[in-house]
């Protein structure tokens, strides 16, 4: 079930059970890091849902905080549906690229298919802030160089007090 706020025309936020959602426990991880959740294909919603059950049963990561479901427009190529995003706050001792290349799989799991640039998908996860390190590789970087300007990421991000 899930509670609708209308934010204006174009933006619309989710609440449910586990949007947002704190963590009470503490974790043994050593890092920790702040994922962009998205995508537009399918049941998105419930997509997200059961992405932390699988998180939550990896012993790799621990669920640290959760943002409530922005619902934005595309940019990019925009001749696709809205896309949803929240953002994830999680504790890792894996490294900057052992995690992404978690998180890559984690994608490919959940039926993401890339073919290009800005296209729909299933699931899209990105690291956003990775324990405040920056990071400039071919592969990885870090702070996300485009965070600032979507509205996507920064509306959720404002609400893990980040």
């Known amino acids: 079930m899930y509670r609708k706020r209308k934010i204006n025309k174009r933006l619309t936020s989710f609440y449910s059970l586990h949007f947002p959602y704190t963590a009470h426990a503490k974790s043994r991880h050593r890092y920790e890091t702040v994922v962009g959740v998205g995508g537009n294909v ?77 296209a729909p998908r299933t699931l899209d996860l990105d690291i956003i802030f990775f324990d405040n390190r920056t990071i400039h590789t071919q592969d990885l970087i870090v702070p996300h160089p485009f965070y600032a300007q979507r509205e996507s990421v920064m509306i959720p991000l404002s609400g893990v007090g980040r």
């Open 42 to 118: 399918g049941d998105v919603r419930r997509r997200f849902e059961h992405l932390l059950v699988v998180l939550q049963k990896d012993k790799r990561v621990s669920i640290v905080k959760t943002s409530l479901i922005l619902k934005n427009p595309p940019f990019g190529y925009t001749d696709q549906d809205d896309f949803f995003n929240s953002i994830l706050v999680l504790k890792t001792s894996m490294q900057p690229r052992v995690f992404l290349r978690f998180l890559l799989r984690l994608e490919k799991k959940f039926g993401r298919k890339r073919t290009f640039e800005n």
